[in-house]
């Protein structure tokens, strides 16, 4: 039963570039094909920012994200975003790096861990804060620690694991 609710109701994703587009959208490779193999022809790809996604406001059932948000200056903007969108009783499940400590000084300015996730990253209680600003409930910021083992292998040598961790970002809106 929950296969046919899927097929039937419409999703989205969404790049940030015209060429992330053009690769969703492409109609031999990417995201696009990948549905239509599968059968999901209520998918479609759109252009946006997910900090002001493009989306009418209550019409989304889920919003998921998978390590983007930790590369948004304007986090708590992507969780009144994803608010907005969300239908009452609509959930948010997202996997993304948060701080488990503070960076020091070296690690937070590098441009490169900037790019890969790690400078990024927010601790969990401002997290929590933020999504309950954007004015969700049942909110749960669960760490993963399984995930120390890869974060090791993002800077060799630097200690990553030691200040970042993959986390399930989760909460609700209101019915």
């Known amino acids: 039963m929950p296969r046919r609710a899927c097929r039937r109701a ?54 998921l994200s998978n390590c983007v948000i930790n590369l948004v200056p304007d ?14 009783g609509g959930r948010l499940a997202i996997s993304d790096v948060v701080n488990s400590a503070p960076l020091p000084a070296e690690l937070q300015s ?11 990253a927010a601790p969990v209680d401002r997290i929590e804060a933020w999504l309950v600003r954007a004015g969700f409930v049942d909110v749960r910021v669960t760490p993963q620690p399984e995930s120390r083992e890869l974060i090791k292998t993002w800077a060799p040598g ?18």
């Open 110 to 120: 590098d441009s490169a861990l900037l790019c890969g996730w790690v400078s990024g």
């Open 75 to 88: 986090k708590e903007q992507v969780f009144r975003e994803a608010f907005r969108v969300l239908k009452p």
């Open 10 to 63: 419409p999703a989205a994703g969404f790049g940030d570039s015209p060429s992330s587009h053009q690769h969703l959208n492409h109609p031999t490779s990417g995201p696009s094909e990948n549905a239509l193999q599968v059968g999901a022809g209520n998918v479609e790809f759109r252009l946006g920012e997910v900090e002001y996604l493009p989306v009418a406001d209550n019409t989304a059932d889920v919003v």
């Open 158 to 175: 630097r200690g990553m694991e030691n200040f970042v961790i993959s986390a399930a970002v989760e909460g609700r809106k209101p019915a």
